[in-house]
Structure formats: C-alpha cells, structure tokens
Nanobody
Framework: VQLVESGGGLVQAGGSLRLSCTAS????????IGWFRQAPGKEREGVSC????????IYGDSVKGRFTISRDNAKNTVYLQMNSLKPEDTAVYYC????????????????????????WGQGTQVTVSS
C-alpha cells in the first residue's frame, strides 16, 4: 500500500492550496481517508476525514469552514482544499487510510481520540507566511 501526498508549498496568509493524496495497492473505495498535520514541537492533529461509501465527512475545529475534503474514487485520490490559510496552518500534512471500525470510531481520530489509521503517506509541507 502506498499513499502519496502532493500540493504542498509556500503561500501567504489568506491564500489557498489544494492537497492531493493518491493511493495504490488497496481497494480505494473501501477505505476512509483522513488528513492529519503536525507542526514542529506539537502533537499530531486531525484535520479532516472522508468516509468510504456514503462519503460522510468530518473536520477539526480549527479548520471548519475553511477546508473542504473530497474524494474521486475513479482516480484513487482524496483532495483537501484549503482556503483562508493562516500561519498556524503551517505543518507537515499527512494522509492516512483505514477501514477498521465504524465511521464514528474512524472520525473520532480527527477529534483527538486514540484511534490509529492503518496506512500513512510520507507527508507534504505546507508553509503559510504572515
């Protein structure tokens, strides 16, 4: 299984970026795909997740209303559209895949619960300048 993130970069505050996570080696449409981020010296933080099947979504409190997650099963890809970026959004962003458990359990990881996704990408750096 391989998850590859792309689309990171340097952007000014107020700007936008779109991250992509492309998966291989798994039956993509069976997996929930989540985005997490980690800034230097901080714990990993859940950003968003999109479910398999019904495509339900969940967002972390710090990104609600600014970020949008979507998936294209035909392309084995999940996108994270990030608008109104702030310097505090600066972090390495990781995508992760899982199919274990209920949606409620999978989504709980975005809110900080102790649930570990099965597969992880290598991450892409997002830097927002003030």
């Amino acid at each position: 299984v391989q998850l590859v993130e792309s689309g990171g970069g340097l952007v000014q505050a107020g700007g936008s970026l779109r991250l992509s996570c492309t998966a291989s080696g798994l039956v993509f449409d069976e997996y929930a795909i989540g985005w997490f981020r980690q800034a230097p010296g901080k714990e990993r933080e859940g950003v968003s997740c999109v479910n398999s099947g019904d495509g339900a979504t969940i967002y972390g409190d710090s990104v609600k209303g600014r970020f949008t997650i979507s998936r294209d099963n035909a392309k084995n890809t999940v996108y994270l559209q990030m608008n109104s970026l702030k310097p505090e959004d600066t972090a390495v962003y990781y995508c992760a895949a899982t199919l274990r458990g209920s949606w409620e359990l999978i989504a709980s990881a975005i809110q900080g619960a102790d649930y570990e996704y099965d597969y992880w990408g290598q991450g892409t750096q997002v830097t927002v300048s003030s």
